[in-house]
C-alpha cells in the first residue's frame, strides 16, 4: 500500500539575525510558521547556516534562544518529536561550521526512524532530543568542516556540511546541512568564467557528495540543502549587462591592480551602467534581478549544471535570494555588494526525486519558492521545498 507523507525542508542562512539582534526575528519567526500552518507538514527539516552570526563570539547565547523559542512556541506543539543540532563550539576552530539543523515530526507521523553513525542502526525517534555544542560525540549527526588544505590562497572559515538519515515509513533519506564558500571579491569574480570561487564550490560539493556516498554506511537517496553560495557567472553577465555601455577598469596608482570596472551607457549623459569593486556590485537598473523572478538571468547560474549527473532541483521561479537589504523598510531590495544570485537551494539525488510524488492533474503538489517574499528577512530568504513523499508499506 502506498502512503504519503508531507515534508517541508528549508534552508537559511540566519546571520543577519543575530548580527541586528531581535531586529528582524520576530517577524521572521512569524512567515516561518505561516509556512509551516499553510502546507501542514507531518515531518520539517530546518537547515540553519551561520549561527550566531558575524560576531558569533558574542552572539552565541541569542543563537540558542532563537532555537528554544521555535522548539516552544505555540505553533510548533503539534509536532512531538523533535531532533536539534546546533554546531556552536567556536573554540573548536578546526571543527567548528557554524551549522544548525532542526527536525519536528508530527505525532499524526508514526512510522519514523532516525540513524545512529556508531551502532549503524536505526532506531525509533521519541521525545526532544537537543545537541548543542561540538557535536562530537553525537552519534545520530555526522558533521564535517571541510580541510584546511582544500583553499590554501582563502581564508578558512565556518563551511562543512552536517548529515542525519531517515526512515520515513520504509523510505530511507539522507538530509544534509551545506555551506560552500563565497566570493571574496567581485572583481576577482569577473576575471573568469568560471570563477575562480566557483571552481572551488564545484570541489567542495563533490567532496560532500562523495562522502554521504561512499561505502562506510549504505548510501541513500539524499537531499542537500544550504547556502551553496552558487553565484552568476559574472564574466558572461557582466559582458551582457554592459553591451550598450563603455567599459573603464580603473587600476591602483601603486600596483597593475584592478580597483574598479565601470560601465557607463554610451549615449544617456554617459550614465553610469554598472560599478562594480570588490564589496560593490551597483548596476542601475536592478529590476531586472526581480521582473519574472529574474527569469532572464537564469542561465548566468551555471554552477549547478556541474552536478545534473547526480542531483536534480525542482524548477526556480522566485527571485534571486541573496543579497537583501537588512532594512526592515526595503524588504524586497538588493543591496549593492553583490551581484544577487541564487545562493539557498534545495538539491536531491535522483533516486529521491523518484520518491516525489507527483500528481497527473494540474494541482501543483511540489512547491519550491522562498520564505516571506515581502517580508525583511535578513540578506538572504529563506528557500523551502514542500513535497509529499510517496512510501511503500509492507
Partial sequence: METYTDVLLVTANVGSLFDNVGEIQNEWLQELYKTIQNYKPQFIALHFQEVGGKDYMANMGYAENFFWSIESSEEMKGYDRVCIYVDNHFQAEDSFTALGSMYFIHKSLENIHQYDFNDKDFKAVSGHNKHVGSLDGVTTVEKEKFPKNFWPDFKWSRKGFMRTRWIIHNQGL??????????????????????????????????????????????????????????????????????????????????????????????????????????????????????????????????????????????????????????????????????????????????AQEFIHRRDDDEKTVIYNTVGPNICMGDHKPVFLFFSLKTNEH
Avoid at 244 to 265: G, L, P, R, W
Avoid at 289 to 298: I, K
Avoid at 308 to 333: A, L, M, R
Wanted: proline content about 4%.
Fill in 174 to 351: 539522507d538530509l544534509v546541512n551545506v555551506h560552500l564558500f563565497h566570493d571574496a571579491s567581485n572583481l576577482i569574480a569577473c576575471n573568469s568564467s568560471p570563477s575562480i570561487y566557483s571552481a572551488n564550490r564545484k570541489n567542495a560539493l563533490r567532496y560532500v557528495i562523495n562522502r554521504i556516498s561512499d561505502s562506510r554506511f549504505t548510501p541513500l537517496p539524499f537531499f542537500v540543502f544550504g547556502d551553496f553560495n552558487f553565484r552568476l557567472d559574472a564574466l558572461s553577465l557582466v559582458q551582457h549587462l554592459s553591451i550598450s555601455a563603455d567599459v573603464q577598469t580603473v587600476k591602483k596608482d601603486s600596483s597593475n591592480e584592478v580597483e574598479k570596472i565601470i560601465c557607463e551607457e554610451k549615449d544617456n549623459d554617459h550614465q553610469v551602467l554598472l560599478h562594480i569593486e570588490e564589496k560593490l556590485f551597483a548596476y542601475l537598473h536592478q529590476a531586472v534581478f526581480r521582473e519574472d523572478n529574474g527569469r532572464a538571468l537564469l542561465k548566468y547560474d551555471k554552477e549547478v549544471g556541474a552536478f545534473h549527473d547526480v542531483v536534480g532541483e525542482e524548477e526556480i521561479s522566485f527571485p534571486p535570494s541573496y543579497p537583501y537589504s537588512e532594512e526592515n523598510t526595503k524588504p524586497t531590495q538588493y543591496m549593492n555588494t553583490r551581484c544577487p544570485a541564487w545562493c539557498d537551494r534545495i538539491l536531491m539525488s535522483h533516486a
